[in-house]
């Protein structure tokens, strides 16, 4: 845990993807000292993977003029699964040769003597959006990536929720279809095997008209995306809007489950929704959940896209740092 006292320090987060890795110093009012951002390129060897990782956290330290010394602590966001308790990442999809790796001893060797956070990406981006973006001013919330796949984050009065096996906010894995379609986690009928866009994309190869627009926009059908769909639906395309009408209704049946589960106050969603906007996306889901919950619990709940965009990354594991800060600085 992070020491009492150190709240007005700068914290360094760096926020670890299978596609990137983003590094930020950042102060708790959210303003960013240094922050830089490159490819992920793992190499198979996590010790290798790490020592970059430590470069590159020290260089932007330099650059901001500071020490390890300075900072109030690390945050670190990593992809799933991994037990923070024992700082470790076991075996994330796209981080080969990433098997029980403590990530945490081995960026020590490069920030010595500071204090470090490991917490699963999706929560980290959950407590970004709930400081600084769409769910600042609420209590509490949820928030779904919406992108490749679909994560998620539960945020209670500041804290992030992990369950007993550090598994809450599983969102994708809600079974919304028995026997339904395949899943990339093994199981069938998932949330996250209609909403993500890697299983929509695979969906989209074999049923995307093949001389319709979205397979025009996507330079065939067998590349498409959701980010065709959303393009083509905006032009009016009707294969696009069939494709959307579809995503909505299956979106709202996720978000019923945890409007009648959590009954938080605001549902934060991500990448995809956030790129469709409200009037193909947000507003028809808002009228199905009201439609499909009871009123008074759908009644005052905010359905809100995510606002940070870009700057995700950035904010993510430094909030990983400052919620821990937080909670030393009161305990």
Request: charged share 20%; proline share 6%; net charge negative.
């Amino acid at each position: 845990m992070l020491q009492k006292g150190f709240s007005i320090r700068p914290a360094l987060g760096i926020d670890i993807g299978g596609t990137k890795v983003a590094y930020c110093l950042g102060r708790p009012d959210g303003t960013l000292l240094a922050r830089h951002r490159r490819p992920t390129e793992p190499s198979g060897d996590p010790d290798q993977d790490i020592a970059r990782m430590g470069a590159d956290a020290r260089a932007l330290l330099d650059e901001a003029g500071l020490a390890p010394g300075d900072l109030a602590g690390v945050g670190v966001a990593v992809p799933g699964p991994l037990d923070p308790a024992r700082d470790r990442v076991i075996d994330p999809p796209n981080m080969p040769g990433w098997h029980d790796v403590n990530v945490v001893a081995r960026l020590r060797d490069a920030l010595p003597g500071v204090p470090m956070v490991l917490e699963n990406d999706a929560n980290a981006a959950a407590l970004a959006e709930a400081r600084f973006g769409a769910g600042k001013g609420f209590r509490s919330l949820v928030y779904l990536t919406m992108s490749t796949g679909v994560g998620g984050g539960i945020v209670m009065d500041g804290k992030v929720r992990h369950g007993r096996t550090v598994s809450a906010g599983e969102v994708g894995h809600i079974p919304l279809v028995w026997e339904g379609e395949s899943c990339f986690c093994g199981l069938r009928g998932c949330a996250e095997a209609y909403l993500g866009g890697r299983a929509w994309a695979r969906r989209l190869a074999g049923v995307a008209p093949p001389d319709g627009r979205v397979a025009e926009l996507a330079g065939g059908r067998e590349h498409a995306t959701p980010v065709q769909v959303v393009e083509a639906a905006k032009e009016g395309d009707a294969f696009a809007l069939a494709e959307i009408e579809r995503f909505n209704r299956y979106l709202a049946q996720t978000l019923v489950v945890l409007t009648f589960v959590l009954d938080p106050d605001a549902i934060v969603l991500g990448t995809i929704v956030a790129a469709a906007g409200d009037e193909l996306v947000l507003d028809p889901v808002r009228s199905l959940v009201r439609e499909h919950a009871w009123g008074r619990i759908a009644e005052g709940l905010e359905l809100r896209a995510a606002s940070l965009g870009e700057e995700l990354p950035y904010y993510a594991g430094l909030c990983v740092a400052l919620a821990a800060s937080d909670s030393s600085s009161t305990s």
